[in-house]
């Protein structure tokens, strides 16, 4: 069984940077491709940036490129997604998802596992 988590969410100001944290627990040896997807309410769930199993290809959503970078520590399965200049439209639940597959990946469907979510809220 595979579990995701994130962490580092929470309250920033407008201008501020962000580091989230998604954490994968699974099969030692398997390594994943990761999305990070973000979601408000009443909306679909918007995707921000995927990272490749190795960390060799990166993608990102229009509205974050160029202000967030998303990375990955394989010995340890961890991936971080840096968010830099936040905004109140940053505002969001950001999920993490994995996918035992190579990647990246845009869509929600391409990934089998999701983590709870972490909120991020952006101040003006």
């Known amino acids: 069984q595979v579990h995701v988590v994130e962490s580092g969410g929470g309250l920033v100001r407008t201008g501020d940077s962000l580091t989230l944290s998604c954490a994968i627990a699974g099969r030692a040896t398997a390594t994943y491709a990761v999305g990070w997807f973000r979601q408000v309410p009443s909306t679909e769930r918007e995707f921000v940036a995927a990272?490749?199993?190795?960390?060799?290809?990166?993608a990102y959503g229009s509205a974050v490129e160029g202000r967030f970078a998303v990375s990955r520590e394989n010995t340890e399965n961890l991936v971080y997604l840096r968010m830099n200049n936040l905004g109140p439209e940053d505002t969001a639940v950001y999920y993490c998802?994995?996918?035992?597959?190579?990647?990246?990946?845009?869509?929600?469907?391409?990934?089998?596992?999701w983590g709870q979510g972490t909120q991020v809220t952006v101040s003006s």
């Open positions: 990272i490749s199993w190795r960390g060799g290809k990166a």
């Open positions: 998802a994995a996918t035992s597959r190579s990647g990246p990946f845009r869509w929600p469907h391409d990934y089998e596992y």
